[in-house]
């Protein structure tokens, strides 16, 4: 059992094991430094770019199932909105719970010829794909509707799962050095902003224009109105499957990349130090920096995820843009991902936590202006695309804190080694529970507002509730965030020392490493 005290104890510990392995130098003169290959720890474009494109499937489903599911299940499936939510909340809750069973489970893979993550990612890879695309399926029958989607979206889920958990954890073993993961974890954020683009561009675009509503929706008289096109339900089925399956062949192209693209640093000298799943919870829940970084991230990420889930409804049924909510939401992820590069440069120069203060909260103002104002399509396009600065920096800077976490634990504790996996797999443990629980309630809510499934136009307490889903509720959930990060305790001069020690323990070890084999 590992106690938070102990762990806390080990940093004192960590200086006295770098300076035993520094000692090593001094007394073995006659062997020059044999350090760990610069050009082993770097890392070539081509690697960074297949490694980014690796994680571009899992943002373009996620963001086609975060923006379009609520909607699809409402108006194309015409389930109930109290189905609905029971779908969306259960297969969110099952895809958190997956998470740290098979962070679990990943922690104590021994490595193969491809690796130690890879096999993970090559086996999920085609179930996923079948999954998602029957999740897009309306089967023929009324009754089973319900089971249908629960069982393949949990079972989509569960394939997802197995392949972003090693994913994410295979920043650790792409390089030793610090700048180089993060270097490449900014390849990672601006290909997965573009994913989360296509993503919504190939569902918002193929689909958004089929719409079982007259096409001039501010005209009263619908009944009447024969010139107006009406696009059969049949067809709006048949839209969601040709970009379901377009998606499915990207997601396998981009699983193809990484595999040949990227290779795993096996660290040479370190054993796994194999936990129970108590003990492994225990380790990584009693680290202090951790704790706080997930939580607040918590928060800020609930918030998002309430914009996501409710965003499409609030620009079809409270703003009215039905013809132009694809375009919109397609806006803010342009925006996202070319202010990307610049968040990259402001916490490389100004340090991650004020990057974070000052990204998150720039999205505050027109969370609240986009309700204030009266329905107005162009300046809803420029509330987008200032909205997409923020979005870009809630993608960008959770995945580049969480290795400095990792690190400062290896600091602290030297002698425990192969449990990244572990830290990885509880963040998304977290961030997923708390998705399920927003779209789930969010659905419930429009339920007891009056929510009509398959009407073209809904009551104005449905409009009343968006507003309220979109604005008021994740503006508090930042503030909170903010507040909880505030105490985060690894700033610019932690992370840098830390680089420093992990970096000298790590050539002392290469260089224990030769000794032996030349003894």
């Not at 080990?10 to 001094?26: C, F, N, P, T």
């Not at 059969?232 to 396998?252: D, F, M, P, R, W």
């Not at 909170?480 to 992370?495: K, Q, S």
Request: charged share 15%; aromatic share 14%; hydrophobic share 45%.
């Amino acid at each position: 059992m590992y106690r938070l005290d102990s762990t806390m104890a080990r940093g004192e510990g960590a200086e006295q094991y770098a300076a035993s392995l520094l000692s090593v130098k001094s007394t073995n003169t006659e062997i020059k430094t044999v350090k760990p290959n610069d050009q082993r720890n770097r890392l070539s474009v081509w690697n960074k770019l297949c490694y980014a494109i690796g994680g571009a499937p899992y943002q373009i489903t996620g963001s086609a199932l975060g923006f379009f599911l609520q909607i699809y299940l409402l108006d194309v499936a015409q389930l109930d909105p109290f189905h609905a939510s029971i779908i969306l909340f259960v297969g969110r809750a099952w895809d958190a719970v997956t998470d740290p069973a098979v962070g679990f489970l990943v922690s104590r893979s021994g490595w193969t010829r491809v690796g130690r993550m890879m096999p993970w990612i090559l086996f999920s890879t085609p179930f996923a794909v079948l999954t998602y695309f029957l999740i897009w399926y309306v089967p023929p029958f009324e009754q089973g509707k319900v089971v249908w989607y629960l069982i393949f979206y949990c079972l989509f889920q569960s394939m997802q799962t197995c392949f972003h958990v090693p994913y994410s954890a295979l920043t650790m073993f792409i390089s030793n050095d610090q700048k180089e993961r993060d270097s490449a974890t900014a390849y990672r954020m601006m290909v997965e902003v573009l994913g989360t683009v296509l993503g919504t561009a190939i569902q918002g675009q193929i689909v958004g224009g089929d719409t079982n509503c007259p096409t001039e929706p501010d005209e009263h008289d619908r009944r009447n109105s024969t010139n107006t096109s009406i696009v059969s339900l049949n067809e709006t089925k048949q839209a969601y499957l040709i970009s379901s399956g377009v998606i499915c062949i990207i997601y396998i192209f981009c699983a193809t990349v990484l595999f040949l693209g990227v290779k795993e640093n096996k660290e040479s000298g370190r054993k796994v130090s194999h936990l129970t799943f108590c003990q492994g919870l225990w380790l990584v829940m009693g680290y202090g920096p951790y704790i706080k970084l997930v939580i607040g991230f918590l928060f800020t990420s609930l918030a998002f995820m309430l914009l996501e889930g409710n965003f499409a409804l609030f620009i079809t049924y409270a703003l009215g843009h039905r013809k132009d909510y694809q375009n919109i939401l397609l806006v803010i992820m342009l925006s996202g991902t070319m202010t990307i590069p610049f968040w990259q440069w402001f916490l490389s120069r100004f340090g991650k936590k004020k990057a974070v203060y000052f990204g998150v909260t720039w999205a505050v103002p027109f969370m609240i202006l986009i309700v204030c104002i009266k329905s107005n399509l162009i300046i809803s396009y420029l509330v987008s695309v200032a909205a997409g600065v923020s979005v870009a920096a809630a993608f960008l800077l959770p995945w580049s804190m969480l290795p400095d976490v990792v690190d400062d634990f290896k600091v602290k504790n030297p002698d425990i080694h192969g449990h990244e996996a572990l830290f990885y797999s509880y963040y998304v443990f977290f961030i997923k529970f708390a998705s399920g629980v927003s779209l789930g309630v969010s659905t419930l809510s429009l339920k007891f507002a009056g929510y009509v499934t398959g009407s073209c136009s809904q009551p104005e307490a449905v409009s009343l509730t968006l507003k309220v889903l979109v604005s008021p509720v994740p503006v508090a959930l930042i503030a909170v965030g903010l507040l909880i990060l505030w105490t985060y305790p690894i700033d610019e001069e932690r992370r840098q020392g830390n680089r420093k020690l992990l970096q000298e323990m790590l050539d002392s070890e290469s260089e224990i490493s030769v000794l032996g084999s030349s003894v």
